[in-house]
């Protein structure tokens, strides 16, 4: 048994293992919504057009999400060891997590409770629930990354303490190397995030391309802009869970240039100590290109432009 095990350990150590079964499950899910979809039809022209073209997308979207959720839990797994918590902490965050995205659910379903369009597959509706779980359980280790640096940045301004004179250099070392830590969480999760939100709009986008294109429903009744507010909603959502850990982070880290490259007492910056806070908050992320910054850029609008993609294809209408 332990060198079948192990054996099957080496195996499953090849990326070409994985591939494989990552493209035998997505084609086991996107035969099994085309049968779904012939099985529960209403409309034959539409799930022999327009529903296989969004069952390719669910598919595709399907297995980033399951992609993503292996890439996050390794992510957790990783932090640093002092950055882990207790199970009441994880119980808590899990719990506050799954209300979330209740919350957001009934928000959202509450926003489109009055479209006019309907999908003609008997339990549709099943089926948006199941991919939107998967969704949401591709994105929890991400979220709960984010508190983790949260909780780390919390943690590490409450043990400082205002001192006279130099820093001492090892400290130092290991708060930039924190704060470091908590950049990389911020731009890893805000991909992560972004693109799992982004595979969401164009899922809805599809969709509509699908039904509108099939003559299922007419395009004044599934109008553009439900899309563009997915697209926005998700947006808002994502600023949300992120806005706290970035402006948290930034604060520590210029805290942390002050500690290390004090001002004098005049306020006035001499050459040599500018370049050097400048060289600083630049290798801690925090200097003016952070607004620039294409990672930052596209995980705050990466939602609402994917959006706004999908709603400017022809439709066919």
Do not use: C, K
């Not at 969004?54 to 932090?79: C, D, E, P, Q, Y």
């Not at 890893?188 to 595979?199: E, M, N, Y």
């Not at 439900?226 to 992120?242: I, P, S």
């Amino acid at each position: 048994m332990v060198a079948i095990r192990d054996d099957v350990g080496r195996w499953w150590a090849s990326p070409a293992a994985r591939a494989m079964v990552f493209v035998l499950l997505a084609a086991l899910v996107f035969h099994g919504l085309l049968l779904f979809g012939r099985l529960n039809s209403r409309d034959d022209a539409f799930v022999d057009h327009g529903f296989r073209s969004w069952a390719a997308m669910a598919t595709f979207s399907f297995a980033v999400w399951i992609a993503l959720l292996g890439r996050g839990i390794a992510a957790v797994r990783a932090l640093p060891a002092s950055w882990r918590r207790g199970r009441r902490w994880w119980l808590a965050s899990l719990a506050s997590y799954a209300v979330l995205m209740l919350a957001a659910s009934a928000m959202l379903g509450g926003v489109t409770q009055g479209n006019s369009f309907d999908v003609p597959i008997r339990h549709f509706a099943t089926v948006i629930g199941l991919l939107t779980a998967v969704g949401a359980a591709a994105a929890a280790p991400w979220v709960v990354s984010v508190w983790l640096a949260q909780e780390r940045v919390r943690e590490a301004a409450e043990r400082e303490t205002p001192s006279d004179g130099a820093a001492d250099p090892a400290v130092i070392a290991a708060a930039v190397a924190d704060v470091m830590a908590v950049w990389r969480v911020i731009e890893r999760s805000g991909l992560a995030l972004s693109l799992i939100v982004s595979t969401s709009a164009f899922n809805t986008g599809a969709l509509r391309l699908g039904l509108i294109g099939s003559g299922a429903v007419e395009p004044a009744d599934f109008p553009p802009v439900f899309v563009l507010g997915y697209g926005a909603f998700f947006t808002a959502v994502l600023v949300a869970v992120q806005l706290p850990l970035v402006l948290a982070w930034r604060a520590r880290a210029f805290t942390l240039v002050e500690r290390a490259l004090p001002a004098p007492d005049s306020g006035l910056l001499g050459e040599d100590l500018f370049a050097a806070r400048s060289r600083m908050e630049a290798q801690l992320h925090v200097d003016a290109r952070f607004l620039r910054n294409p990672i930052a850029v596209l995980s705050v609008a990466s939602p609402f432009a994917t959006a706004l993609v999908t709603v400017l294809v022809p439709n066919g209408a």
